[in-house]
């Protein structure tokens, strides 16, 4: 079964920095790619940033370019988002997904003062 | 950025209709057009990919058609955990995009 858990949200004031985690279970991790879309609360989705099964490949979204970064560790099966310079728009929930076809739970990040 | 206008924004209907939600792309995107269902407070889950073809585990019910810039998500028989918010997203080019979603209320 495939199991994608998500760590790492919570309050942040505005400026300061949050590092989301996604582990990954029950598939072969480093044949896929990851992405990472969040969705503001009572708002729709929004995608941020996707890399490559070998991390060769790395794209985002013009609102988090220059400020978060997605990685991941195949030894460790894990996908991370790294979040500097937090907005107050950059509150929502944030959902890693294998590929498309499998979403982790969801973690809630909060920016406000 | 590739636009997707999803449509209605949000509707009602009753057990057993059938029922379609619209997508179209501000440009042509060939067949790279996926669709989710999200209920409140879970994740999205896939339900199609490829404008047509239905993810593993996906009731029959569900269907997806189009292709260029429109694309519809059909649903034939409605049953009461269908009632959800449904979006298109595609997957043709960076940055990708989704729709502003449709959610599909009971009657």
């Known amino acids: 079964e495939v199991q994608l858990l998500q760590s790492g949200g919570g309050l942040v004031k505005p400026g300061g920095s949050l590092r989301l985690s996604c582990e990954a279970s029950?598939?072969?991790?480093?044949?896929?790619?990851m992405n990472w879309v969040r969705q503001a609360p009572g708002k729709g989705l929004e995608w941020v940033s996707s890399?490559?099964?070998?991390?060769?490949?790395?794209y985002y979204a013009d609102s988090v370019k220059g400020r978060f970064t997605i990685s991941r560790d195949n030894a460790q099966n894990s996908v991370y988002l790294q979040m500097n310079s937090l907005r107050p728009e950059d509150t929502a929930f944030y959902f890693c997904?294998?590929?498309?076809?499998?979403w982790g739970q969801g973690t809630l990040v909060s920016v406000s003062s | 950025a590739i636009r997707m206008t999803q449509s209605p924004s949000s509707f009602s209907a009753s057990p057993g209709d059938r029922v379609t939600i619209t997508c179209r792309a501000s440009?042509?995107?060939?067949?790279?057009v996926a669709w989710y269902q999200q209920r409140p407070g879970k994740a999205p889950k896939l339900l199609i990919f490829?404008?047509?073809s239905l993810h593993n585990g996906v009731p029959s019910r569900f269907s997806g058609s189009g292709s260029g810039t429109d694309f519809t998500l059909t649903i034939s028989r409605l049953q009461s955990e269908d009632f959800a918010t449904y979006y298109c997203?595609?997957?043709?080019?960076?940055?990708?995009?989704f729709g502003q979603g449709t959610r599909l209320d009971i009657k």
């Open positions: 997904a294998r590929e498309w076809e499998d």
């Open positions: 029950g598939f072969t991790f480093n044949t896929y790619s």
């Open positions: 890399i490559s099964s070998n991390s060769v490949y790395i």
């Open positions: 440009q042509h995107i060939s067949s790279f």
């Open positions: 490829g404008a047509s």
């Open positions: 997203q595609q997957y043709y080019s960076y940055p990708q995009t």
